[in-house]
């Protein structure tokens, strides 16, 4: 499997978007300083880009990006899900944490870390090692020119599927963390309220939100994906002074960092209302997605979008930045944003000379 991957890769317009060609006749044999080759930008990376030890590590940051970023904003989605489920007891932000404190103590903030934990471990696992393979996947079923000209499309598409297996991986911890974040009285650790779903509800109350889940995470993965690819693009080519490739790794990273954030916001505001049903579904016993959508109406689907805000931004701005480090620490194929192929440029004209 991984073999035919990596001959994929090595095709990839987006593995080698800038390929560098040495011409053995063209070579100036007065020249004693030669500009770096692909053979020798290679060889300081540990792995080819598209082989089964790229995507290994992939996998393993996203794993990094989103466990720790998800499990350190436990307090804030701790109150984001209770505003959500009970909006006239927790009236905002600042209110939750004080009533939350109030009633609980400081310990309660930290509900839900345990599943929070495993689960979106397991989730970047998936979304982050499946993305690269289907973005390789399907930029080489396009071509390279295709695959330029439509690598919004491509980035939709490649963080859709990833999403789908990554809400799978996610779902019955998601179940878990709600649960023990929104009902009080419930079970409080992972422990004893994981094995109380299966022998309660079996299969189906571990997996009974898995449709709002990716109605929640496909929309905000697709935004959170393409948006940041694009976001890029964008920042190094319209506001960042110089090039990517005159850019040291602390300046790219922090590049990625506001790319991220940017992402992040857009991210928030298109998945929360399906994120509101997941927090309302997983508390009330019975209810199905259409009832409780229903019951929640237009205006309810929005509450807690503030604290959604503040931490999907941060959150992805992080997981991007993590993500990104763990490239860099790691030594992995880093391509720069995609650019025009040549024989795209000279269809258009866009050569000099044409």
């Given at each position: 499997?991984?073999e ?34 692909a ?17 290994a ?59 929070t ?33 439509w690598?919004?499309s ?13 809400d ?8 878990v963390k ?29 997996y ?12 905000y ?41 940017i ?26 997605f ?17 604290p ?11 997981q ?9 620490v790691?030594?992995l194929?880093r391509p ?6 040549e ?9 000099p000379?044409?």
């Open positions: 499997m991984f035919s991957l990596l001959k994929v890769a090595k095709n990839s317009p987006f593995g080698t978007p800038l390929r560098a060609e040495c011409q053995g006749a063209q070579v100036n044999p007065n020249r004693t300083i030669a500009a770096a080759s053979v020798a930008v290679q060889d300081e990376m540990s792995c080819e880009y598209g082989s089964a030890k790229f995507y590590l992939c996998g393993f940051g996203g794993i990094l990006s989103c466990g720790i970023t998800h499990t350190a904003v436990v307090p804030l989605d701790l109150v984001k899900c209770r505003i959500q489920v009970n909006p006239k007891k927790y009236l905002g932000i600042f209110s939750g944490f004080s009533l939350t404190v109030r009633e609980e103590g400081f310990r309660a903030l930290g509900k839900g870390w345990a599943p934990a495993i689960g979106y471990s397991a989730q970047g696992l998936c979304k982050f090692g499946f993305y690269e393979v289907f973005k390789v996947v399907y930029a080489n079923l396009l071509g390279e020119e295709n695959a330029y000209l690598r919004t491509l980035y939709l598409a490649a963080s859709a599927s990833a999403e789908f297996f990554a799978i991986a996610l779902c019955p911890m998601e179940s709600v649960r023990i974040q929104t009902q009080p009285g419930w079970s409080t650790t992972l422990r004893e309220g994981f094995p109380r779903i299966l022998k309660e509800e079996g299969l189906n109350g571990v009974k939100g898995i449709v709002p889940l990716w109605a929640r995470q496909i929309p993965t697709m935004m959170k994906f393409a948006c940041f690819e694009r976001t890029l693009e964008a920042l190094y080519k319209y506001v960042v002074p110089k090039p990517r490739s005159e850019c040291n790794k602390g300046e790219q990273l922090l590049v990625t960092f506001v790319a991220g954030y992402a992040g916001v857009f991210c928030a505001i298109v998945s929360h209302p399906a994120d509101t049903i997941v927090s309302k579904l997983n508390q009330a016993k019975g209810s199905n259409i009832e409780v959508a229903k019951n929640l109406g237009l205006l309810g689907m929005w509450k807690g979008l503030t959604r805000i503040i931490m999907i931004g941060t959150l992805t701005a992080l991007w930045f993590i993500y990104d480090s763990v490239k860099v790691f030594r194929p720069p944003p995609p650019e025009m192929p024989s795209l440029k000279k269809k258009l004209g866009l050569l000379g044409n």
